[in-house]
């Protein structure tokens, strides 16, 4: 059996476990994001035949012509939502686009009036009339198990249980369909998605069609993260790090390329960034700024740090 690259963990015990089996995921997931940065996750909720029939959606989208495509590009929505082509983005320390293109499903209101102005709206796709509904139906998924991940992570920052929750209650997170393209000729210093840390609280990521995601790992060595049947991959993003002042630490990853005899093969992947509402204060919890660990960061709101990174990695200008 091959070796796992990141330990597992099963949230069913966290939502339905009696406090014992609470307290040992808890530990288990607190232990997972100190020791490598990402946790596999099963019995997460997420309904099987959902990600498949959006996996099958947005592999029939990006067949679409270019041309096609395009349409759906929104001019001045810094790809938050719709459609981004290929080499728009590129990682905050790199100048060389990644070598995929992407759709963005973004929050859809249900009950909060002034972020219904707030948030743009998703971007229907005529050729493809289900595209937006099961992406949307996926969101709401994934929306619902991460918000159980976060009850784990408040619990190990010994901070009320409930506290994410009406922060992230309609908030500003994002679900994203990736297509990396066949390779067709020698990559000019790029690779599918070159080293970088996510924005956001945390990310879940269903397993991709194909490898490629690989960790960095503390002793500064890359291993392949190749997630099970129905496991989903989740790591803490850059929001939460700056929180806890950097107890829980943004783990930096990468998609690299195939190699030469797998170039023809395009890869799909399904991540969702878990965001607040932009005007979460995530100014450093007080219980993490101590003598050993001071302050590393100057006060900010999500929504001021979203805009500062999407600038970062070439999204908005």
Known sequence: MRERAIPLVDLHTFIHGHSRERQAFVDALGDAFHTAGFVGVVRHGIPED??????????????????????????????????????QEHAK??????????????????????LKDFYPSNVEVAER????????????????????????????????????????????????AI?????????????????HEDINLITLLVGASAGGLQLLTKKGGWRDIIPEENEIVVNVGDMLQRLTNDYLKSTTHR???PPREEWH?????????????????????????????????????????????????????
């Open 255 to 257: 998609v690299v390329n």
């Open 50 to 87: 959902l990600v498949q029939r959006f996996y099958d959606e947005s592999r029939a989208f990006f067949a679409l012509p270019e041309e096609v495509k395009r349409q759906y590009e929104i001019p001045g929505m810094a790809g938050q939502r719709g459609y981004t082509r290929f080499g």
């Open 129 to 176: 009339p289900q595209f937006l509904a099961t992406g949307v139906a996926l969101f709401r998924a994934f929306e619902e198990a991460g918000s159980h991940l976060l009850r784990a992570i408040a619990l190990h920052l010994d901070l009320d249980e409930d506290y994410f929750d009406a922060h992230i209650h309609q908030g500003n997170s994002i679900l994203r």
């Open 93 to 114: 320390q790199s100048k060389v686009a990644d070598l995929k293109e992407f759709f963005q499903i973004g929050q859809t209101v249900t009950d909060h009036t002034a």
């Open 265 to 317: 093969l395009p890869r799909l992947s399904i991540p969702f960034f878990l965001h607040p509402r932009s005007e979460m204060d995530l100014t450093c919890l007080p219980a993490c700024v101590t003598e050993e660990n001071p302050l590393h960061y100057p006060p900010i709101t999500a929504g001021e740090y979203l805009d500062e990174r999407l600038r970062e990695i070439g999204l908005k200008k």
């Open 179 to 195: 297509h990396y393209p066949p390779i067709t000729r020698e990559p000019e210093n790029a690779i599918r998605a070159e080293q």
